[in-house]
């Protein structure tokens, strides 16, 4: 069982639209949560991090955690064509000191 | 801050030559991370260093890699000799503490013919 798991996509949204990405994680120990985007050819880059149980907003981003159930998400409001990329959940390895990436989830909005 | 500085950007070389990848972390970040990205396998993560020492190789494939920090502003990834399945893109992070956002740089395409 992979220890994060997320759909590879693509995702395909209209532009405006709500865009949702999910992740799940297997480690109860887990205590911090990342989206990252990666638009094709670059690098990761950080969106937003999460700690705490529920939501955390941030412009058109919100990120919602549920520890009980492990599952991280990322909804993106007000969709847009430069949104178009990859975005990769990482969770903290529980008792070890680094990340693990999801494989990532190819969102293509559509203008 | 620049940021996470690698070097080069982009490597081709033939089979069974060494190849070194370059780190430079942001200053004052206490943890320095390589990933290899590939399609087939995604991010995974190689080996990690904390204040210039290794803490985790168990991510690096075989003996044919190895890794470096000596010193807090540098590190090094080498392949010896180098093989086509290498073929990735190789990107170095750091951050300030664990279990805290990491920073990438913008990668090393490397390209083994």
Known sequence: QKEVEQNSGPLSVPEGAIASLNCTYSDRGSQSFFWYRQYSGKSPELIMFIYSNGDKEDGRFTAQLNKASQYVSLLIRDSQPSDSATYLCAVDGGATNKLIFGTGTLLAVQP | ?113
């Open chain 2, 1 to 113: 801050d620049a940021g996470v500085i690698q070097s080069p950007r982009h490597e081709v070389t033939e089979m069974g030559q060494e190849v070194t990848l370059r780190c430079k972390p942001i200053s004052g970040h206490d943890y320095l991370f390589w990933y290899r990205q590939t399609m087939m396998r995604g991010l995974e993560l190689l080996i990690y260093f904390n204040n210039n020492v290794p803490i985790d190789d168990s991510g690096m494939p075989e003996d044919r890699f190895s890794a470096k920090m000596p010193n807090a502003s540098f590190s090094t990834l080498k392949i010896q000799p180098s093989e086509p399945r290498d073929s990735a893109v190789y990107f170095c992070a750091s951050s300030l503490a664990s279990r805290e956002t990491q920073y990438f740089g913008p990668g090393t395409r490397l390209l083994v013919l």
